[in-house]
C-alpha cells in the first residue's frame, strides 16, 4: 500500500492498493478508537519480534498498515500473514 496525493482536491489523500484504491471515506468504516486500538495491537507484536531480535517484513507491515487502516479483520490479517512467504514452518 502507499499513500499519494489524490487528483480530487490538494492535500486529499488516497490508498492505493493492487485490488482497489482506498480514499479517506473508504477507511473511515471503522471508528479512530478502533484504529487506535489496532495500532496499539500492532505496536505490541511489533515490539515482540523487535525484542526476540527480528524485524517484521515489509510485505507483513502492509498487512499491518491494511488491519489497521480496517481494510481487514484480525482474522483475515492472521490467515495473510499464515499465508505469507515470510512465515517459516
Given at each position: 500500500?502507499t499513500?499519494?496525493?489524490?487528483a480530487q482536491s490538494?492535500?486529499?489523500?488516497?490508498?492505493?492498493r493492487?485490488?482497489r484504491?482506498m480514499?479517506?471515506?473508504?477507511?473511515?468504516q471503522?471508528s479512530?478508537?478502533?484504529?487506535?486500538?489496532r495500532?496499539?495491537e500492532?505496536?505490541?507484536a511489533?515490539?515482540n519480534?523487535?525484542?526476540?531480535?527480528?524485524?517484521?517484513p515489509e510485505?507483513i507491515?502492509r498487512?499491518?498498515?491494511?488491519?489497521?487502516?480496517?481494510?481487514?479483520?484480525?482474522?483475515?490479517l492472521?490467515a495473510?500473514?499464515l499465508?505469507?512467504?515470510?512465515?517459516?514452518?
Amino acid at each position: 500500500m502507499t499513500f499519494r496525493p489524490g487528483a480530487q482536491s490538494p492535500g486529499h489523500t488516497t490508498l492505493y492498493r493492487k485490488d482497489r484504491i482506498m480514499n479517506v471515506e473508504t477507511i473511515k468504516q471503522i471508528s479512530a478508537s478502533e484504529r487506535t486500538r489496532r495500532h496499539r495491537e500492532v505496536d505490541f507484536a511489533r515490539g515482540n519480534v523487535r525484542h526476540e531480535g527480528g524485524i517484521l517484513p515489509e510485505e507483513i507491515e502492509r498487512l499491518n498498515a491494511s488491519y489497521i487502516a480496517g481494510d481487514i479483520d484480525s482474522d483475515e490479517l492472521t490467515a495473510a500473514i499464515l499465508r505469507s512467504q515470510t512465515v517459516q514452518p
